[in-house]
């Protein structure tokens, strides 16, 4: 090949070598945007014409073990606090109002939650390795009134089935008669890193600094969080046929749907923006009755298809 022949064949190959480069970076350009254009579909809460805990709820505790005075009072402050105007804002019961938008859709009665009575069996009379078969004998003897709902927690040295390995908690109901009952474990000394997050590292992911617990008990104030979410998902899906998203073998429900979201801004590992108690450093996001802060978690809103956050 002559010089002017190579001069001109290595004008071509280093113009076709230009030209590739120009369609990868076309391409790649291509692929970014239409992977930032992508948007998977919105979840949506769709109601299966079933019954909801509405109008006056009676709900009944049963202390399982061994409760301080203190640890009850946490509990029973929250369910009293999501009576409407109670707190200072941000409050539970402002919590409680995203609820109150499935039961309006479902053109049901607002949900009053009322705190009916309180039954302590600290000697644990069924021992302290329960079966869930356990959980709902100790719900019938709870007593809520009609349609009330139960709520079983166990202290923290009563093992329950599946607790720790595959629930914090659960709510069922007892067909004779068809009344609903939550039941949630006091994780503290069982598994604090998975039923008490982000009041305690978690046992697995991000190993973030825990957050100070409002109440200064990690176990109860985690105990809040579990209570929230399934007192949720109880009020607006109790017998199974309510309010649900996905498939009925697996559904998520009005809490479980937002697990892990507290504030905005969330993401695994971080509960997102929460408000700071000056004097305790605890972190919170609802006030409640007697000067009461809880952390709560985010719900689902029916009306925007997004987890909602109060804080």
């Given at each position: 090949m002559s010089e002017m022949g190579f001069s001109e064949f290595a004008k071509k190959v280093t113009l076709l070598f230009l030209l590739v480069q120009l369609s990868l970076v076309n391409?790649?350009?291509?692929?970014?945007?239409?992977?930032?254009?992508y948007k998977p579909p919105p979840m949506?809460?769709?109601?299966?014409?079933?019954a909801l805990l509405e109008g006056d709820l009676p709900v009944s505790i049963l202390w399982y073990?061994?409760?301080?005075?203190?640890?009850?009072?946490?509990?029973?402050?929250?369910?009293?606090?999501?009576?409407?105007?109670?707190?200072?804002?941000?409050?539970v019961s402002q919590w409680w109002n995203t609820l109150q938008i499935?039961?309006?859709?479902?053109?049901?009665?607002?949900?009053?939650?009322?705190?009916?009575?309180?039954?302590?069996?600290?000697n644990c009379s069924l021992g302290k390795i329960?079966?869930?078969?356990?959980?709902?004998?100790?719900?019938?003897?709870?007593?809520?009134?009609?349609g009330g709902l139960n709520l079983v927690l166990t202290s923290n040295d009563v093992v329950v089935e599946g607790f720790c390995m595959s629930s914090c908690g659960f709510h069922a109901s007892n067909t004779m008669p068809k009344s609903a009952f939550i039941w949630v474990g006091n994780s503290v000394t069982q598994c604090p890193g998975q039923c008490a997050?982000?009041?305690?590292?978690?046992?697995?992911?991000?190993?973030?600094?825990?957050?100070?617990?409002?109440?200064?008990?990690?176990?109860?104030?985690?105990?809040?969080?579990?209570?929230?979410?399934?007192l949720a998902g109880?009020?607006?899906?109790?017998?199974?046929?309510?309010?649900?998203?996905?498939?009925?073998?697996?559904?998520?429900?009005?809490?479980?749907?937002?697990?892990?979201?507290?504030g905005k801004g969330a993401y695994?590992?971080?509960?997102?923006?929460?408000?700071?108690?000056?004097?305790?450093?605890?972190?919170?996001?609802?006030?409640?009755?007697?000067?009461?802060?809880?952390?709560?978690p985010a719900v689902f809103d029916p009306s925007t298809s997004q987890c909602a956050t109060i804080a």
């Open positions: 391409m790649c350009f291509g692929a970014r945007k239409l992977n930032s254009l949506s809460a769709t109601y299966h014409n079933g073990g061994k409760f301080s005075p203190a640890q009850k009072s946490i509990v029973s402050d929250f369910l009293l606090s999501l009576s409407p105007g109670k707190g200072q804002k941000p409050s499935y039961m309006k859709n479902a053109g049901k009665r607002e949900t009053r939650v009322v705190l009916a009575n309180q039954i302590s069996d600290k329960l079966k869930k078969s356990h959980i709902s004998m100790l719900a019938g003897r709870a007593n809520s009134k009609l997050w982000p009041f305690h590292q978690p046992i697995y992911g991000p190993q973030t600094e825990p957050l100070g617990a409002p109440n200064g008990d990690v176990g109860l104030d985690g105990m809040i969080v579990n209570i929230a979410s399934l109880t009020v607006t899906n109790p017998f199974g046929n309510g309010y649900y998203i996905g498939s009925d073998a697996a559904p998520l429900e009005a809490a479980s749907a937002c697990t892990g979201v507290y695994p590992g971080y509960a997102g923006e929460l408000l700071l108690d000056s004097v305790t450093g605890a972190s919170y996001n609802a006030h409640g009755v007697s000067g009461r802060k809880y952390l709560l």
